[in-house]
């Protein structure tokens, strides 16, 4: 089974710092790897996916994740941060074959002024 | 175009009552996903469903929950005897047949309470 493990249930950053949301998967099988943003009471917009190819993608609103095989993690990055950017985001695996999508737990970023 | 689409937004029950919750999805998408997100919680993958078809229910609980995808008509999610429990908000998302699960475009959600 598949599961997704975001580290930080919160983040609390100021606003144009930089700003790192973890997530790690464990899958026995290859998976493809999303992240999603959540604003309050929204339904889940996709911030960006890796399905192949190279490890860095970039999303929209400027931000980007790597995929690390080796370490099994997706780590989100933005360099600058505005206030517009609170919001609950969540990481997700999807095996190869299978349709559905496994979250983790979600982290809620807050952009103080 | 418009998105996917769920009504209602909000629904109040009270315990023992039917819960039917609809999902309109992306014009030309196939594929209909249901997900519920517990409070301080990720989403869970209930069930996808493809037109006329259950494809994988592996995440609905055992009983009391059901799902359709008509050839006509928006999905619907039908909780009977609802418990408090059941109080989530459930989120549908719906994809295109080319594209598989890659890509799910997700619905506002609705937000059931149980009283």
């Known amino acids: 089974a598949q599961s997704v493990t975001q580290l930080d249930s919160q983040v609390p950053v100021f606003e144009e710092a930089p700003v790192e949301l973890r997530c790690n998967y464990s899958?026995?099988?290859?998976?493809?790897l999303f992240w999603y943003v959540q604003y309050p009471n929204q339904g889940l917009q996709l911030l960006l996916k890796?399905?192949?190819?190279?490890?860095l993608v970039k999303g929209i609103n400027g931000f980007e994740a790597e995929f690390n095989k080796s370490q099994t993690s997706f780590h989100l990055r933005k360099p600058s941060v505005h206030i517009s950017d609170t919001a609950e985001y969540f990481c997700?695996?999807?095996?190869?074959?299978?349709?559905?999508?496994?979250f983790g737990q979600g982290t809620r970023l807050t952009i103080n002024p | 175009n418009a998105g996917v689409m769920q009504n209602p937004r909000h629904l109040v029950r009270r315990r023992g009552q039917e819960a039917r919750l609809r999902c309109s999805p992306v014009?030309?998408?196939?594929?209909v996903y249901w997900y519920r997100q517990l409070p301080e919680e990720g989403l869970k993958f209930m069930v996808y469903?493809?037109?006329?078809?259950?494809?994988?229910e592996s995440g609905m609980p055992k009983e009391r929950f059901s799902a359709e995808f008509p050839k006509e008509g928006p999905s619907i999610l039908r909780i009977q005897q609802v418990v408090r429990g059941d109080s989530a908000a459930y989120f549908c998302?719906?994809?295109?047949?080319?594209?598989?699960?890659?890509?799910?475009?997700f619905g506002p959600g609705t937000r059931l309470t149980v009283l």
């Open positions: 998302a719906s994809s295109p047949p080319s594209q598989g699960g890659d890509t799910q475009y």
């Open positions: 899958s026995s099988v290859s998976v493809y």
């Open positions: 890796y399905l192949s190819g190279s490890t």
């Open positions: 997700a695996v999807r095996i190869q074959g299978a349709q559905k999508l496994v």
């Open positions: 014009k030309g998408h196939s594929h």
């Open positions: 469903l493809q037109k006329e078809n259950i494809i994988d």
